[in-house]
């Protein structure tokens, strides 16, 4: 008679106590980490650099140099790229929002005033892809055959601004309909929440003072004579 | 093979305000009701809760609550002659979609309407003459006076907790309020929301210009409060998560919040979600209506028969289905016959920005949606129209239904778009800044219609509604006219920058910027069945047993917001359904 065997053993039954209260979460990081590269909670192990997923390795630098020329690093506050917004938008590009759920889709598709805003049969993650491949090709057959990434900051604002004002011939994509896209991508990055990947540990709320998901100022409505006094909460909880 | 359902009494389609207001009145006649709703359910615990609706990027960048595009929209030109193109992103104007519609990501600026504006056309006539009306201008009078809708407002304010200070009740003006409006009868349900400073400062300027200012009616509450159908509201946190989201805190008043707990519970109420109305069906004479066709969760086709239609979808989907199923005779410009699609109308919204230092803690993340300060010195008969040059008025006032940084930050004059100067712009701007706006009647002309695309079409093979719009002279004065007036008015505060944005002559209408959701007009209630698509209790003329509540009703738009209308609109109609259409159907004005 071997009772440690049966179904109702007192070891089997802590054993599968003990599996059904680890809670799924747990065992899904468990599973989806390895010692190497376990994250920042480890001190003196930077953590681990987020590989893109959409983004190619020529469209990756691009779109590093290009926000960091948007939202660069300076006294004022922290870049895009301390931000994480590269990764936001790697991240923000995979979901159905950037493949246009939202917009109608439908043809034909016809040029018209600025006015009825954008008419392209592109989607946002269509326009980025399209629009760093142009913005590239621009600069190898200006530039030497260098990358946009490979240039000068003082030879990249040009290109950025010509692109804003649509001065900039791109084959395949409007460059205006590139950079506003491009930049609200970046701005969005920038600002969102940290479960979306950018706005690291809130730094570009704390820039501006804005409070996040606080949202609860019965008490402050009509404070005038000091500033807001608490540091942003994010959607996780997480105080900055 | 179309499904066919059981005939009820009547068949709803959409459920924001007016089908929520029409579901309550008519079970509470007793009649069997089914309620079709495109969008999902939608409720306060289950998808406005906190934290999860504090979420710019859900909000405000993928609209969870605003309608998708991708299978309905509308298409858009500024003139006669020229190609429509589609509205392909959300822009100008915001339709819901989902249980609660509109009135679930609304701001709560709940207005009634100037007794005068109700009668704008013989106002003008008499105060200038049939000459200062422009030609081309096809505005009329409301076939409904304010005393007779006086009741109705009452009773929605009622319902959605209101929060403000009467000017006037029952003749005698009272400190604190709009002595300008029309009487009331009683107090609001609740006083006026606190001001934050930017409402604060407006009130200051206001009076040292000599306007009258006053709190502007919300519905959001300034307290707990439990409305006639036993409703709880609690009171406005400021959260800052207002116009585009639904409310956490049960404080903006909604469908979901002040009606739907009622309805949900009532045995002849039927609430189907994600139920796609196609088209209303007519008898072969074509003088009935005989239920609706829709497309239901799983895409089957379903007939629902019922002997009222009510349809009570978004303003511009009002039209497109009454066009979609031959309801009235569509409008046409050139030949100036037909009633369906014309005299549309919109709202003209323009806004001054003003910029302070950094000891000036105006942080705009503080926001309540409808709560601020407005005046109407230069609105309804308060304004000379021949000194001031055009038809029409408006109210300048201060909001701030929550700004972050998602939703944009404005920045001071010069301040580029990205770089360091950007980042500094944003900087000094997001806490120390605060905006006015005027919001600008619009009058209605005969060039602005609504009809059906000839080239697009929805996702169920539908023709898309096709709006034709631009800017007249009259609305171009008037906005420079009222954004002047707001320029002065913020200069007496010293900002140390002012960024103001009056339409220039010749400006086209922009579809990209959002300038409000109130597209008034369309199927316009009216006197005279040649020109109006439904008489003055909002029935078809042409096909009785249809009810079009709605924005769509309004024969031109004024300086207010549209649904405090709206409200004491439909409430109207449903009095005249039940007091006089359910003893004896049939047209309920011979014309």
Redesign the interface.
């Given at each position: 008679m071997k009772d440690s065997d049966s179904a109702d053993s007192p070891l089997r039954r802590q054993v599968f106590k003990a599996l059904t209260f680890v809670p799924l979460s747990a065992i899904g990081l468990a599973a989806c980490s390895n010692e190497e590269t376990a994250g920042p909670t480890r001190p003196g192990v930077p953590p681990k650099e987020y590989q893109p997923a959409f983004f190619n390795a020529t469209e990756w630098k691009f779109l590093h140099a290009a926000c960091d020329?948007?939202?660069?690093q300076?006294d004022?506050?922290p870049g895009a790229l301390q931000a994480g917004v590269p990764e936001f938008i790697d991240r923000h590009m995979q979901?159905p929002?950037a493949s246009?759920?939202?917009?109608?889709?439908?043809g034909?598709f016809?040029e018209?005033?600025?006015?009825?805003?954008?008419?392209g049969r592109l989607a946002v993650k269509d326009i980025l892809r399209a629009g760093i491949g142009a913005m590239d090709a621009h600069c190898r057959r200006n530039y030497g055959g260098k990358a946009f990434a490979e240039l000068e900051a003082v030879q990249q604002?040009p290109l950025?601004k010509a692109a804003?004002a649509g001065q900039l011939a791109l084959e395949e994509i409007s460059a205006k309909e590139f950079f506003s896209q491009l930049?609200a991508e970046?701005?969005?990055g920038?600002?969102?929440?940290p479960k979306?990947g950018g706005n690291k540990d809130m730094l570009?709320?704390k820039?501006?003072?804005?409070?996040?998901?606080r949202?609860?100022?019965?008490d402050?409505?009509?404070?005038?004579?000091?500033?807001?006094p608490l540091p942003p909460v994010d959607?996780a909880?997480k105080r900055g | 093979m179309a499904i066919v359902k059981p005939r009820v009494d009547a068949v709803i389609v959409g459920m924001g305000w007016t089908g929520a207001i029409m579901a309550k009145e008519l079970t509470d006649a007793g009649l069997r009701v089914v309620a079709l709703e495109r969008g999902p359910d939608r409720d306060t615990p289950t998808d406005f809760s906190y934290p999860k609706v504090a979420d710019e990027i859900q909000g405000s960048v993928h609209r969870e609550f605003l309608q998708s595009l991708s299978k309905e929209t509308v298409t858009a030109r500024h003139s006669l002659n020229a190609t429509a193109v589609p509205y392909r992103q959300i822009g100008s104007f915001k339709p819901g979609t989902g249980v609660g519609g509109a009135g679930t990501h609304w701001s709560g600026c709940h207005f009634r309407v100037l007794p005068e504006d109700l009668a704008l056309h013989s106002n003008m006539r008499q105060r200038y003459g049939m000459k200062f009306i422009p030609d081309g201008m096809t505005i009329a009078d409301f076939p409904v006076s304010y005393d007779e809708l006086e009741p109705h407002f009452d009773h929605f304010e009622q319902v959605c907790g209101t929060s403000g200070k009467a000017g006037v009740i029952n003749g005698a003006r009272i400190p604190g309020g709009n002595p300008f409006e029309g009487s009331r009868t009683r107090e609001f349900p609740l006083g006026p929301t606190r001001n934050y400073l930017g409402a604060e400062m407006f009130h200051r300027a206001a009076r040292e210009m000599g306007y009258h200012s006053y709190p502007i009616p919300a519905s959001n509450a300034s307290a707990a409060y439990t409305n006639p159908y036993g409703c709880q509201m609690g009171p406005c946190n400021f959260c800052g998560f207002c116009s585009d989201y639904g409310c956490f805190n049960y404080s903006k008043a909604s469908p979901n919040v002040s009606i739907l707990p009622v309805l949900r519970l009532r045995k002849e109420f039927e609430l189907r979600a994600n139920a796609q109305v196609l088209r209303v069906n007519l008898d072969r004479a074509r003088t009935r209506a005989t239920g609706v066709t829709y497309l239901d969760a799983q895409g089957r086709e379903v007939e629902q028969p019922a002997d009222l239609v009510l349809l009570c979808a978004f303003s511009l989907y009002n039209v497109h289905l009454m066009l979609l199923s031959g309801i009235g005779k569509p409008y046409d410009p050139i030949a100036n016959t037909g009633t369906v699609g014309r005299n549309y109308s919109y709202q003209n919204l323009n806004r001054v920005t003003l910029f302070f230092d950094e000891s000036v803690q105006a942080n705009g993340f503080i926001g309540i949606g409808g709560g601020g300060a407005t005046f109407d010195d230069l609105n309804g008969k308060q304004l000379d129209n021949a000194k001031a040059g055009f038809v029409g008025g408006g109210v300048i006032w201060a909001r701030q239904p929550g700004a972050g940084p998602v939703r944009g930050i404005t920045t001071a004059p010069g301040v580029p778009n990205w770089g360091s100067a950007w980042k500094q712009g944003v900087k000094e701007a997001f806490r120390h800044s605060f905006y006015f706006e005027v919001q600008g009647s619009c009058m209605s002309y005969r060039t602005n219609y609504l009809d059906l695309d000839p080239t697009y079409r929805d996702a169920f093979g539908r023709p898309l509604l096709r709006m034709t719009f631009d800017w007249n002279a009259n609305e171009i004065r008037g906005s420079k006219f009222l954004v002047g007036k707001a320029l002065e008015l913020s200069k007496t505060l010293n900002p140390k920058a002012l960024s103001g944005d009056a339409k220039k002559d010749g400006e086209h209408y922009n579809l990209t910027r959002y300038q409000s959701t109130h597209t008034c007009g369309g199927a316009v209630m009216g006197a005279d069945p040649k020109t109006s698509a439904l008489n003055r209790y909002l029935q078809s003329w042409d096909i009785p047993n249809v009810f079009v509540p709605g924005a769509n009703a309004f024969p031109q738009n004024n300086g207010y917001n549209p649904t405090g209308m709206v409200g004491a609109l439909s409430y109207w109609a449903a009095k005249a359904i039940r007091e006089q259409y359910l003893k004896s159907p049939g047209a309920l004005v011979h014309a």
């Open positions: 020329r948007l939202i660069p300076d004022i506050g979901t929002y246009g759920d939202i917009w109608y889709m439908q034909p016809i018209a005033a600025p006015q009825f805003g954008y008419q604002d950025l804003e930049l970046t701005r969005m920038y600002f969102c929440d979306y570009a709320w820039m501006i003072g804005f409070p996040g998901a949202a609860d100022y019965a402050w409505v009509e404070v005038r004579a000091q500033p807001y959607l909880g | -």
